[in-house]
T-cell receptor, first 117, second 113 residues
Framework: GAGVSQSPRYKVTKRGQDVALRCDPI?????LYWYRQALGQGPEFLTY????????KSGLPNDRFSAERPEGSISTLTIQRTEQRDSAMYRC???????????????FGNGTRLTVT | AQSVAQPEDQVNVAEGNPLTVKCTYS??????LFWYVQYPNRGLQFLLK??????LVKGSYGFEAEFNKSQTSFHLKKPSALVSDSALYFC???????????FGKGTTLSVSS
């Protein structure tokens, strides 16, 4: 595909359940980012990868949140024991170059809207 | 720590008039600055960036932004607004360490016909 693909588009889950959100970046993009966006707010950084290596996870709110990118392409953000406060839009983005390519713009997917009831 | 401020929640302009969406930033060292636009039910789309060089940066859809180091600002501008420019606009900054892109809270631009 031409862009960043995220699935599912919408996810409704009950409190206490685990959820897995998937991101398929643009082919060949080195860096992959996860953001969370609450209604009326800007995207909040969660974590990012260069290839398969998780470079920064300082934005993950707590240890219920984890992410992986085992083969350096598709990534999964997992939230365990979901809580109502986890409800938000979760956005994935990829960029072409890592490291010195810090001026590379991010290309965002359409996001996964998570609702925890 | 990096931060971005967008002081206006909403900007209203009439079609054909010039528009400005304000952004100020705080970062260690030289900043990398970006503007993104978000249309309803869509992902964020890159508009333009400032890395080095000319303080006036031109981007997509006729938008431009002016970098002002002394005022630590990066305001988004367009000489003549279109109704189709109505959307949510985000300013973002990254420092030279090049980790996360930090976003402002966004400004809703409403262009009336």
């Amino acid at each position: 595909g031409a862009g960043v693909s995220q699935s599912p588009r919408y996810k409704v889950t009950k409190r206490g359940q685990d959820v897995a959100l998937r991101c398929d970046p643009i082919s060949g993009h080195v860096s992959l980012y996860w953001y969370r966006q609450a209604l009326g707010q800007g995207p909040e950084f969660l974590t990012y990868f260069n290839y398969e290596a998780q470079q920064d996870k300082s934005g993950l709110p707590n240890d219920r949140f984890s992410a992986e990118r085992p083969e350096g392409s598709i990534s999964t953000l997992t939230i365990q024991r979901t809580e109502q406060r986890d409800s938000a839009m979760y956005r994935c983005a990829s960029s072409l170059r890592a490291g010195q390519g810090r001026n590379s713009p991010l290309h965002f997917g359409n996001g996964t809207r998570l609702t925890v009831t | 720590a990096q931060s971005v401020a967008q002081p206006e929640d909403q900007v209203n302009v009439a079609e054909g008039n010039p528009l400005t969406v304000k952004c100020t930033y705080s970062v260690s060292g030289n900043p990398y600055l970006f503007w993104y636009v978000q249309y309803p039910n869509r992902g964020l789309q890159f508009l333009l960036k400032y890395i080095t060089g000319d303080n006036l940066v031109k981007g997509s859809y006729g938008f431009e932004a002016e970098f002002n180091k002394s005022q630590t600002s990066f305001h988004l501008k367009k000489p003549s607004a279109l109704v189709s420019d109505s959307a949510l606009y985000f300013c973002a900054v990254r420092d030279q360490a090049g980790t996360a892109l930090i976003f402002g809270k966004g400004t809703t631009l409403s262009v009336s016909s």
